[in-house]
C-alpha cells in the first residue's frame, strides 16, 4: 500500500527527520506532539495542564488533516517527565475524548525534547 505524508500548519512543524502523521491505507500514524505553538515554535508555559492541553490540541489538528478526529484513536502513548502528573492528563483527556477511550500506554521518561513535560504519539484508524 502507498504511503501518504499528512502535514498541516495547525500543528508544529517537524523539528526531525520524521512527518507529523503517516497513513497506509485506513491507519494513520501520529508522530510524537510536544506542547510547541505551532505560530510560534516555542514551548507554551511551564503549567503542565496547558502543555497536556496544547499537546491534544496538536493531535487533533494532525488527525483533521488525515481526515479524522481524535474519537478515530485506538492507541495513545503518554510521555511524562514526571508520572505524578499522570491523573492530570487522566482529568484533561475526558474533555478530548469519549467512550470507547483508545488503548494508552503511560511512560516516566527522563527528558524530552526542548524541555518538554509531556508528549503523546498516536495510531488512528480512520472509518472506511
Do not use: W
Request: hydrophobic share 45%; net charge negative; no cysteine.
Amino acid at each position: 500500500m502507498p504511503r501518504q505524508v499528512i502535514h498541516t500548519e495547525h500543528a508544529p512543524k517537524a523539528i526531525g527527520t520524521y512527518s507529523q502523521a503517516v497513513r497506509v491505507g485506513n491507519t494513520v500514524y501520529l508522530s510524537g506532539q510536544i506542547p510547541l505553538d505551532p505560530a510560534t515554535m516555542t514551548l507554551v508555559d511551564d503549567n503542565m495542564e496547558m502543555q497536556i492541553r496544547r499537546v491534544f490540541d496538536n493531535l487533533s489538528a494532525v488527525a483533521e488533516a488525515a481526515g479524522g478526529t481524535l474519537g478515530d484513536v485506538v492507541k495513545l502513548n503518554v510521555f511524562l517527565t514526571d508520572l505524578g502528573h499522570f491523573p492530570l492528563v487522566n482529568e484533561i483527556m475526558a474533555n478530548y475524548f469519549s467512550e470507547p477511550y483508545p488503548a494508552r500506554a503511560a511512560i516516566g521518561v527522563a527528558a524530552l525534547p526542548r524541555g518538554a513535560g509531556v508528549e503523546m504519539d498516536a495510531i488512528l484508524v480512520l472509518p472506511d
